[in-house]
């Protein structure tokens, strides 16, 4: 009942994009950080992208910044990552995330913190020609 929905994902070409979801079902995101994450084959989780609970606050890992934007929409319960010029080595799983905070700038990239809360199912990305 309470649970985080990824969708968007799917087949791209190389310098192609892909626009993922991640929505909320039965609980109200305005409260919470969300982040987004990959785990590509073989390779362990890693972090992608973080939003804090309004909106300003953002981070990026070094190796999609300006090619991915996240953003959210509150009144939606929706979080969105835009995936711009996207590489072989973008193919992964995609999740988001989100964790319950007080504080409103928070924008957090590593999962540890995100053990307490939502995790979505997961959206397959795979870029290839």
């Known amino acids: 009942q309470l649970q985080l929905v990824e969708s968007g994902g799917g087949l791209v070409q190389p310098g192609g994009s892909l626009r993922l979801s991640c929505a909320a079902s039965?609980?109200?995101?305005?409260?919470?950080?969300i982040g987004w994450f990959r785990q590509a084959p073989g390779k362990e989780r890693e972090g992608v992208s973080c939003?804090?609970?309004?909106?300003?606050?953002?981070k990026y890992a070094d190796s999609v910044k300006v090619r991915f934007t996240i953003s959210r929409d509150n009144a939606r319960n929706t979080v969105y990552l835009q995936m711009n010029s996207l590489k072989p080595e973008d193919t992964a799983v995609y999740y988001c995330?989100?964790?319950?905070?007080?504080?409103?700038?928070?924008?957090?990239?590593?999962?540890?913190?995100?053990?307490?809360?939502?995790w979505g199912q997961g959206t397959q990305v795979t870029v290839s020609s």
């Open positions: 995330a989100a964790v319950l905070t007080t504080v409103q700038g928070l924008c957090i990239m590593i999962s540890r913190p995100y053990e307490s809360g939502y």
């Open positions: 039965g609980f109200t995101l305005d409260y919470y950080a």
């Open positions: 939003i804090s609970r309004s909106g300003g606050s953002t």
